[in-house]
């Protein structure tokens, strides 16, 4: 089955600085990469996905990038702010036809804290 | 619009004991999902249900497990008889039906469940 593995685990960064969380995935077959933002409190919210025909998605401060390749996938945010601290996940999932995407594999999380 | 509501939102119960969580989807989403995060690790896939269908349930742990979905509306994870591993977040998330264009899944807030 699928394997996705997160790293950092924790990262800590200033207000304003960047953040990079990367992801490797093990099955080829996957074809669509979410990430989720979990705050304290409250469920995994989808913040930004990609699908395996396309290698970069941007949406205001936060990019995602994909290398089908080498099976990577990075979350980039720029001029971190302190809301932006949570838990970021992020997963990989396939989909053929009219079958949901829902079935997703996870990566273990990172908790970015972004300090004042 | 309401999103997906979990109950309860914390559960402490004793090895042995029967626990029964609920999930109410968003109004009008086919597909009902089940996920669990042990011990701050990955969020892993439990099942998938497609209206009062299960789906896949190739992620639930073992038969002391029953997820139901009567009528196609909410749905009940059941854990009889509970086991300290059971510990862990269990998550619901829903999604509308593919063919209509609905891929992004929204999750609850999770019910924390302890065993003790």
């Not at chain 1, 093990?26 to 989720?36: E, G, Q, R």
């Not at chain 1, 409250?42 to 205001?60: A, F, H, M, T």
């Not at chain 1, 999932?93 to 949901?100: E, I, P, W, Y």
């Not at chain 2, 995060?37 to 896949?56: A, N, P, T, Y």
């Amino acid at each position: 089955g699928e394997n996705v593995e997160q790293h950092p685990s924790t990262l800590s960064v200033q207000e304003g600085d960047s953040a990079v969380i990367k992801c490797t995935y093990s099955d080829s077959a996957s074809n669509y990469f979410p990430w989720y933002k979990q705050e304290l409190g409250k469920g995994p919210q989808l913040i930004i996905d990609i699908r395996s025909n396309v290698g970069e998605k941007k949406d205001q401060r936060i990019a995602v990038t994909l290398n089908k390749t080498a099976k990577h996938f990075s979350l980039h945010i720029t001029e971190t702010q302190p809301e932006d601290s949570a838990v970021y996940f992020c997963a990989a999932g396939f989909n053929a036809g009219g079958t949901s995407y829902g079935k997703l594999t996870f990566g273990q999380g990172t908790i970015l804290t972004v300090h004042p | 619009e309401a999103g997906v509501t979990q109950f309860p939102s914390h559960s402490v119960i004793e090895k042995g004991q029967t626990v029964t969580l609920r999930c109410d989807p968003i109004s009008g989403h086919d597909n009902l999902y089940w996920y669990r995060r042990v011990m701050g690790k990955e969020i892993k896939f439990l099942l998938h249900f497609v209206k009062e269908s299960k789906q896949d349930e190739s992620g639930m742990p073992n038969n002391r497990f029953l997820a139901e979905r009567t009528g196609g509306t909410y749905s009940t994870l059941k854990v009889q008889p509970a086991e300290l591993e059971d510990s862990g977040v269990y998550f619901c998330a829903s999604s509308q039906d593919q063919r209509q264009g609905g891929s992004r899944l929204f999750f609850g807030s999770g019910t924390q469940l302890s065993v003790l």
